[in-house]
């Protein structure tokens, strides 16, 4: 009998991929038995290598998401080179930092660009394939900013918020047609993303106080939720945004 968290023949897709959050979720896949598309603008080699170590195949896509113009040619290059597409990953992100009365329209733009409107247009292209075919699993990477206001940065909680909302929406829309759509809400997770945080000694320290686990998060820890929502083990789970952060939201 096949174990609900197996993968084998499935082929995802994730965006980000080449570092952090994106190559830990991608490596997990592939370890469940997934076959890979790392799609993002820098060179995915090293992840690419880790999911060949797995056993699967990996294949490169190179996009930029901080426009929706390469969306469907994503989609449709992962079904050219891997076969199919069953697991879209969105969790290409970035964040800009500033008080909300000197936030600039650039920034508001660039991060509600990539981090929200390439999201929704992906989960559109990689939907309409999966629709066709009756099933498939759409997972969003959130944030605890999806659930909390935050400070200095106000482009990046509307941004996580409207990725908990799309998701909401389009679980409602697609769960009829066999889609699973679900969000990860990462804690604070160490990555190059936070690294000036882990670096501020008092920050630092502020932030472990915080976190119930009393450890930063590692890329790693977000691969067992992400396996959970791409597997057949989530298939009447619709619409939820699960936090995987040390206890944070339970404070
Ligand atoms: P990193 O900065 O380490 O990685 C971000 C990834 O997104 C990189 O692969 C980056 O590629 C890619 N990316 C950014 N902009 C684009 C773009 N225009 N086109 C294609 N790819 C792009 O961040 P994390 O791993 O920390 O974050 C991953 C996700 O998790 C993000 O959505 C983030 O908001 C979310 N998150 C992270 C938390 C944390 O504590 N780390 C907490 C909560 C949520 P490139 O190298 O080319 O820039």
């Known amino acids: 009998m096949t174990h609900p968290f197996d993968l084998s023949g499935k082929v995802a897709v994730v965006t980000g991929a080449n570092t952090g959050i994106g190559q830990g979720i991608a490596v997990a896949l592939a370890q469940a038995g997934a076959d890979v598309a790392l799609v993002g603008r820098s060179s995915a080699d090293e ?8 056993g699967r195949r990996a294949a490169l896509v190179k996009a930029d998401l901080s426009t929706i113009a390469p969306v469907q040619d994503v989609v449709d290059q992962v079904i050219a080179d891997l076969g199919g597409l069953d697991i879209l990953v969105n969790n290409a992100g ?58 200095r940065v106000p482009s990046y909680t509307a ?20 889609i699973n759509v679900n969000a990860i809400a ?18 630092n320290r502020q932030i472990l106080e915080r976190i119930p686990a009393s450890r930063w998060g590692s890329p790693s820890d977000l691969g067992g939720a992400a396996v959970f929502l791409a597997s057949s083990a989530s298939d009447y789970v619709q619409g939820h945004v699960l936090a995987v952060d040390g206890g944070w939201l339970a404070r």
Not at 121 to 149: D, E, P, V, Y
């Open 186 to 203: 990462p804690g604070y997770i160490a990555t190059n993303n936070t690294a000036a945080l882990q670096a501020d000694e008092t920050r």
């Open 159 to 178: 941004s996580k918020s409207g990725v908990a909302g799309l998701t909401k929406l389009l679980a409602n829309e697609w769960a009829a047609k066999g």
């Open 94 to 151: 970035i964040i800009r930092r500033n008080d909300a009365v000197d936030f600039t329209e650039e920034d508001w733009d660039a991060v509600i660009d990539t981090n929200l409107k390439s999201v929704f247009f992906l989960c559109q292209a990689a939907g309409r394939h999966m629709i066709a075919r009756g099933r498939g699993k759409i997972i969003n990477i959130a944030s605890m900013l999806s659930f909390q206001g935050g400070i």
């Open 47 to 54: 992840t690419a290598e880790l999911v060949r170590g797995a």
